[in-house]
C-alpha cells in the first residue's frame, strides 16, 4: 500500500512540475517573439485535441460495451469531473482574454495563452491520466491481484486434490493388502475346511467301519445259530446212513433220500451264507428296492433266531400296495439301517424282560406303508422307551441308552446319516404306547446320493 502511495505522488509531482515547465517556455518564448509562444501554444493544443480524437475513435467500442461500463464505473475518479470543470473554467477565461487584448504582446494575449495550455493541459490529465490510465492500471492491477488470488486458490486446491489423491492411494493401497490378507486368509481356511473334510470324512469311515467290526461278531453268532439245526440234520443222517450200512439195512431208495436230506441241509446253509455276503458287500450301484423283500430276508437270517433265543415276537404290517413299497437305493445301507433298528428294538426288549415278571412279552411291530409319493417304515416296540434325557440327542454319536458293554453309541448315528445323505429321507422317533418308535419317511421319486 505504501508503495502504490509513493508511485501515486511521484506522477502527481511530474505533471505538477510539467505544468510550471510549460509556463516557464511560454514565458520566455513571449520575450523572444509573439510567434513562437503562439506557435508552441497551438501545437499543444493541436497535438492534445488530435490525441482526444484519435482515442474517442478507438474506444468506441469500449463505450458500446455496457458490461464494461458497469464493471469498470467503480475504477473511475471523481476528480475527472473536477479536473473537466477547471478545464471549462480556465478556457472561459482564455476567450475572455482573448476577446478584450488590444496588444499582441500585452498580459491578456499572454494570459488568454497561458490560460488557453492550461485549459488543455487539464482536459488531457482528466481525459489520459485521471480518466483513463489511472482507473485502467488500478482495473488491470485489481485484475492482476484476482489472477494472484485464484493463482493462490488453484494452487491451494491443488495441494488439496493432491492430498486427498494421496489419501485415497493409502486407503487403495491398504485396501490391496486387505484384500491380499484376505486372499491368504481364505485359502489358509480352504486348506483348513479340506484336512477337516478329509479328517472327517476318515473318523466317518471309522466309525462306520467300528459299526460294522461290532456287528461281525454278532452276525457270526447269527451264522453259527442258522446251522445249528442243519447240521444236526446232517449229523443224524449220516448216523443213519452208517447204522443202516452197518445193519445191513441200507438200500437204494434210503441212501437216496438221506442224500436228498443232506443237500437240502446244505443247500439252506448255501443260502445263508448268500444272505449274509449280500447283507456285508456293499453295493456298487443304485438299484431298484423292495422293502418287503429286504423285510424278508432280515426275518429270514435274524427272525427266528430272536423268537427263539429272546422269546420276543416280530409281526410285519403292510398297509396299501405292496407295488408302492419301491424305491431306488442302495439296498445294504437300508438294509444296515432296518437291523440296527431291529437290534435296538430287541436290546429294549431283553433289558426291559430281566426287569419284568415272567408275563411280559416283548413284541416289534414293523409297519410298511407305500403311496405314489413315499414310503413310510415304522418300527415300533414295547421295551419301555428311550429316557427323556436321552431322546433329544440319540442320534449324536457315543451316545447310547445301553451300557458301555452292550452299545457303542454309533448305530443310530450312523442310520441317520444314512437315510438324510444317502437315501435323502427323514428318520425321527418318539416314545409311544410304552415303548419308542423310530419312523423312516422316504421320497420315491427322490434322486439317492
Same mark, same amino acid.
Given at each position: 500500500?505504501?508503495?502504490?502511495?509513493?508511485?501515486?505522488?511521484?506522477?502527481?509531482?511530474k505533471s505538477n512540475f510539467l505544468?510550471? +515547465?510549460?509556463?516557464?517556455?511560454?514565458?520566455?518564448? *513571449?520575450?523572444?517573439?509573439?510567434?513562437?509562444?503562439?506557435?508552441?501554444?497551438?501545437?499543444? *493544443?493541436? #497535438?492534445?485535441? +488530435?490525441?482526444?480524437?484519435?482515442?474517442?475513435?478507438?474506444?468506441?467500442?469500449?463505450?458500446?460495451?455496457?458490461?464494461?461500463?458497469?464493471?469498470?464505473?467503480?475504477?473511475?475518479?471523481?476528480? #475527472?469531473?473536477?479536473?473537466?470543470?477547471?478545464?471549462?473554467?480556465?478556457?472561459?477565461?482564455?476567450?475572455? *482574454? +482573448?476577446?478584450?487584448?488590444?496588444?499582441?504582446?500585452?498580459?491578456?494575449?499572454?494570459?488568454?495563452?497561458?490560460?488557453?495550455?492550461?485549459? $488543455?493541459?487539464?482536459? $488531457?490529465?482528466?481525459?489520459?491520466?485521471?480518466?483513463?490510465?489511472?482507473?485502467?492500471?488500478?482495473?488491470?492491477?485489481?485484475?492482476?491481484?484476482?489472477?494472484?488470488?485464484?493463482?493462490?486458490?488453484?494452487?491451494?486446491?491443488?495441494?488439496?486434490?493432491?492430498?486427498?489423491?494421496?489419501?485415497?492411494? &493409502?486407503?487403495? &493401497?491398504?485396501?490391496?493388502?486387505?484384500?491380499?490378507?484376505? !486372499?491368504?486368509?481364505?485359502?489358509?481356511?480352504?486348506?483348513?475346511?479340506?484336512?477337516?473334510?478329509?479328517?472327517?470324512?476318515?473318523?466317518?469311515?471309522?466309525?462306520?467301519?467300528?459299526?460294522?467290526?461290532?456287528?461281525?461278531?454278532?452276525?457270526?453268532?447269527?451264522?453259527?445259530?442258522?446251522?445249528?439245526?442243519?447240521?444236526?440234520?446232517?449229523?443224524?443222517?449220516?448216523?443213519? /446212513?452208517?447204522?443202516?450200512?452197518?445193519?445191513?439195512?441200507?438200500?437204494?431208495?434210503?441212501?437216496?433220500?438221506?442224500?436228498?436230506?443232506?443237500?437240502?441241509?446244505?443247500?439252506?446253509?448255501?443260502?445263508?451264507?448268500?444272505?449274509?455276503?449280500?447283507?456285508?458287500?456293499?453295493?456298487?450301484?443304485?438299484?431298484?428296492?423292495?422293502?418287503?423283500?429286504? @423285510?424278508?430276508?432280515?426275518?429270514?437270517? +435274524?427272525?427266528?433266531?430272536?423268537?427263539?433265543?429272546?422269546?420276543?415276537?416280530?409281526?410285519?404290517?403292510?398297509?396299501?400296495?405292496?407295488?408302492?413299497?419301491?424305491? #431306488?437305493?442302495?439296498?445294504?445301507?437300508?438294509?444296515? /439301517? !432296518?437291523?440296527?433298528?431291529?437290534?435296538?428294538?430287541?436290546?429294549?426288549?431283553?433289558?426291559?424282560?430281566?426287569?419284568?415278571?415272567?408275563? $411280559?412279552?416283548?413284541?416289534?411291530?414293523?409297519?410298511?406303508?407305500?403311496? =405314489?409319493?413315499?414310503? @413310510?417304515?415304522?418300527?415300533?416296540?414295547?421295551?419301555?422307551?428311550?429316557?427323556a434325557y436321552v431322546i433329544d440327542?440319540?442320534?449324536?454319536?457315543?451316545?447310547?441308552?445301553?451300557?458301555?458293554?452292550?452299545?457303542?453309541?454309533?448305530?443310530? $448315528?450312523?442310520?441317520?446319516?444314512?437315510?438324510? =445323505?444317502?437315501?435323502?429321507?427323514?428318520?425321527?422317533?418318539?416314545? &409311544?404306547?410304552?415303548?419308542?418308535?423310530?419312523? @423312516?419317511?422316504?421320497?420315491?421319486?427322490?434322486?439317492?446320493?
Amino acid at each position: 500500500m505504501e508503495n502504490i502511495i509513493k508511485s501515486y505522488n511521484l506522477k502527481v509531482l511530474k505533471s505538477n512540475f510539467l505544468l510550471g +515547465f510549460l509556463i516557464l517556455v511560454l514565458v520566455l518564448s *513571449c520575450l523572444y517573439g509573439y510567434l513562437a509562444y503562439h506557435t508552441i501554444v497551438e501545437l499543444f *493544443c493541436i #497535438v492534445i485535441a +488530435f490525441c482526444l480524437f484519435t482515442l474517442t475513435c478507438n474506444t468506441r467500442q469500449y463505450m458500446e460495451n455496457k458490461y464494461l461500463l458497469f464493471k469498470s464505473k467503480r475504477f473511475f475518479h471523481k476528480d #475527472v469531473l473536477d479536473l473537466i470543470a477547471i478545464s471549462i473554467f480556465f478556457t472561459v477565461l482564455s476567450g475572455l *482574454c +482573448f476577446t478584450f487584448y488590444e496588444d499582441l504582446y500585452g498580459y491578456l494575449n499572454v494570459s488568454g495563452h497561458i490560460l488557453k495550455v492550461m485549459s $488543455y493541459y487539464f482536459i $488531457y490529465k482528466a481525459i489520459f491520466l485521471m480518466g483513463l490510465n489511472k482507473p485502467f492500471n488500478l482495473l488491470f492491477r485489481n485484475i492482476g491481484a484476482e489472477k494472484e488470488k485464484l493463482e493462490e486458490m488453484v494452487l491451494e486446491r491443488t495441494n488439496e486434490l493432491t492430498a486427498i489423491n494421496q489419501k485415497l492411494q &493409502n486407503e487403495i &493401497n491398504l485396501k490391496k493388502l486387505v484384500e491380499k490378507d484376505l !486372499l491368504s486368509l481364505n485359502q489358509h481356511l480352504e486348506k483348513r475346511v479340506e484336512e477337516e473334510v478329509n479328517n472327517r470324512y476318515q473318523h466317518e469311515q471309522m466309525l462306520i467301519q467300528q459299526s460294522k467290526m461290532a456287528s461281525m461278531g454278532e452276525i457270526i453268532s447269527m451264522i453259527a445259530h442258522q446251522w445249528k439245526q442243519p447240521l444236526n440234520a446232517i449229523s443224524l443222517t449220516v448216523e443213519d /446212513v452208517k447204522d443202516t450200512y452197518v445193519y445191513n439195512e441200507m438200500s437204494k431208495e434210503s441212501l437216496y433220500k438221506s442224500i436228498e436230506i443232506i443237500h437240502s441241509q446244505i443247500k439252506f446253509m448255501s443260502k445263508t451264507i448268500d444272505n449274509f455276503r449280500d447283507f456285508l458287500m456293499p453295493a456298487k450301484k443304485q438299484q431298484i428296492i423292495s422293502v418287503k423283500k429286504i @423285510i424278508d430276508d432280515l426275518m429270514f437270517m +435274524f427272525g427266528e433266531s430272536y423268537r427263539k433265543a429272546h422269546n420276543l415276537e416280530i409281526i410285519v404290517k403292510i398297509k396299501g400296495s405292496e407295488s408302492y413299497l419301491s424305491f #431306488v437305493g442302495c439296498s445294504t445301507e437300508f438294509k444296515q /439301517v !432296518l437291523l440296527n433298528l431291529i437290534n435296538n428294538a430287541r436290546d429294549a426288549i431283553i433289558s426291559k424282560n430281566k426287569l419284568s415278571d415272567n408275563g $411280559y412279552k416283548g413284541t416289534i411291530l414293523i409297519f410298511l406303508k407305500g403311496t =405314489e409319493d413315499e414310503i @413310510i417304515v415304522t418300527v415300533q416296540d414295547n421295551g419301555g422307551g428311550i429316557p427323556a434325557y436321552v431322546i433329544d440327542k440319540i442320534y449324536e454319536p457315543y451316545v447310547s441308552t445301553k451300557s458301555s458293554e452292550n452299545g457303542t453309541g454309533l448305530g443310530l $448315528y450312523l442310520a441317520k446319516k444314512i437315510v438324510e =445323505e444317502k437315501i435323502g429321507g427323514v428318520l425321527s422317533v418318539r416314545n &409311544n404306547d410304552g415303548g419308542a418308535q423310530f419312523t @423312516i419317511t422316504i421320497k420315491r421319486n427322490c434322486d439317492l446320493k
